[in-house]
């Protein structure tokens, strides 16, 4: 047997098994108070965690009853906005359209977190978020992103440098799935 396959599903399991539980009931419950007020989930990643953002706002508008929100679902207006502001901006234009505020969340999606060099878009949404006086949560892969310094974030832990990426944005639906079943915020059951 190929040793990566049993290498890398004991990483999966090592994961599992550090996932910080405490910082999820904690997400848990801020959503619950988001829900309860009335006030928007918006939901920001690229590349992977992008598609992650996409499935996340179904379940939370389905299963949850939360106002989610993310700009990938809409291809068009992601990319003339990246096209008429820039590529940095695409996602705090976005947010300046939906006129947020205080009551509002935003939550990040990303392996890295965003820098001064990649994933741009990811501090500049953070720093409109918090300019509007919104709270901000992520999930993760690395403790040296902006989304991380600057938010309320899940890390998913690394036990494989080579496999952070693969892992995190498989890990951010883990948690976010953990998330729209848990009992306190799931309101419609799913087919299965």
């Known amino acids: 047997m190929n040793s990566h396959t049993v290498d890398y599903l004991k990483e999966v399991a090592e994961i599992a098994r550090l996932l910080p539980a405490e910082q999820i009931e904690a997400l848990v419950a801020e959503l619950k108070a988001l829900r309860d007020r009335g006030g928007r989930l918006f939901l920001v990643g690229l590349g992977g965690s992008a598609a992650n953002c996409s499935h996340a706002v179904s379940d939370f508008r389905r299963l949850c009853g939360i106002d989610a929100r993310t700009p990938v679902d809409n291809f068009a207006e992601f990319t003339a906005a990246a096209n008429d502001e820039g590529w940095h901006w ?48 992520g999930i993760v892969g690395r403790d040296g992103g902006y989304a991380a310094a600057h938010g309320d974030c899940i890390i998913i832990p690394t036990v494989n440098p080579k496999h952070v990426t693969p892992h995190t944005e498989a890990f951010q639906m883990v948690v976010l799935h953990c998330i729209v079943s848990h009992p306190d915020l799931q309101i419609r059951k799913t087919t299965w």
């Open 90 to 137: 695409v996602f705090t234009e976005w947010l300046k359209g939906r006129c947020v505020t205080s009551s509002d969340v935003l939550m990040v999606l990303s392996v890295g977190g965003g820098t001064d060099m990649v994933s741009l878009p990811i501090p500049a949404a953070v720093g409109a978020a918090h300019g509007a006086g919104m709270k901000v949560f």
